[in-house]
T-cell receptor, first 118, second 110 residues
Framework: EAGVAQSPRYKIIEKRQSVAFWCNPISGHATLYWYQQILGQGPKLLIQFQNNGVVDDSQLPKDRFSAERLKGVDSTLKIQPAKLEDSAVYLC????????????????FGPGTRLTVL | GENVEQHPSTLSVQEGDSAVIKCTYSDSASNYFPWYKQELGKRPQLIIDIRSNVGEKKDQRIAVTLNKTAKHFSLHITETQPEDSAVYFCAASTGNQFYFGTGTSLTVIP
């Protein structure tokens, strides 16, 4: 089966600029996750969607980060304006159902977008 | 929210020995505990998971144990091989929230 797709793979911007990342989950997967992984740390969940609704965005810095999944399929994550500390890999993952809800809840990760803020 | 702690942060073992990584969690509502392996520059890959209604699960050389009372779970890798070298992350989920541990860098010395 086709995996989770993300673009771009790499992005370099200067601080205070804006950037957007795109994710296309595995077909049929209702749940979509965006994670931020800073070098040497574990992934931190930024936002979780169930179809086109937000399940959890408690760790999303809402003053500068936004995400949408308007049609319940692909999703975009935006940072505006970027700060130096936003340099990280942004991972998108999807699962058939939300993790912890059923046995079909395995999360599959995309390749990530490596963001460097100068 | 949930707090997942993982130990040790680094672990070196001789090839053929066993490796054990431990995680604790704080939210008693967490009911799903996956383990991921992440090789350098690659995406996390699920290697095994366990649910709150099970105490132990095995898959060949990999096993996971869960103690719900103590709120901790562990990953056991037996007969380690050089290709097991990677960063391993535990995670905990309530169904609505998903938290990763801080990772364990495992090195298997040939």
């Amino acid at each position: 089966e086709a995996g989770v797709a993300q673009s771009p793979r790499y992005k370099i911007i200067e601080k205070r600029q804006s950037v957007a990342f795109w994710c296309n989950p595995i077909s049929g997967h209702a749940t979509l996750y965006w994670y931020q992984q800073i070098l040497g740390q574990g992934p931190k969940l930024l936002i979780q969607f169930q179809n086109n609704g937000v399940v959890d965005d408690s760790q999303l810095p809402k003053d500068r980060f936004s995400a949408e999944r308007l049609k319940g399929v692909d999703s975009t994550l935006k940072i505006q304006p970027a700060k130096l500390e936003d340099s990280a890999v942004y991972l998108c993952a999807s699962s058939l159902v939300a993790s912890g809800r059923a046995s079909t809840d395995t999360q599959y990760f995309g390749p990530g977008t490596r963001l460097t803020v100068l | 929210g949930e707090n997942v702690e993982q130990h040790p942060s680094t672990l070196s073992v001789q090839e053929g020995d066993s490796a054990v990584i431990k995680c604790t969690y704080s939210d008693s509502a967490s009911n799903y505990f996956p383990w991921y392996k992440q090789e350098l520059g690659k995406r996390p890959q699920l290697i095994i998971d366990i649910r709150s209604n099970v105490g132990e699960k095995k898959d060949q050389r990999i096993a996971v144990t869960l103690n719900k009372t103590a709120k901790h779970f562990s990953l056991h890798i037996t007969e380690t091989q050089p290709e097991d070298s990677a960063v391993y992350f535990c995670a905990a989920s309530t169904g609505n929230q998903f938290y990763f541990g801080t990772g364990t860098s495992l090195t298997v010395i040939p």
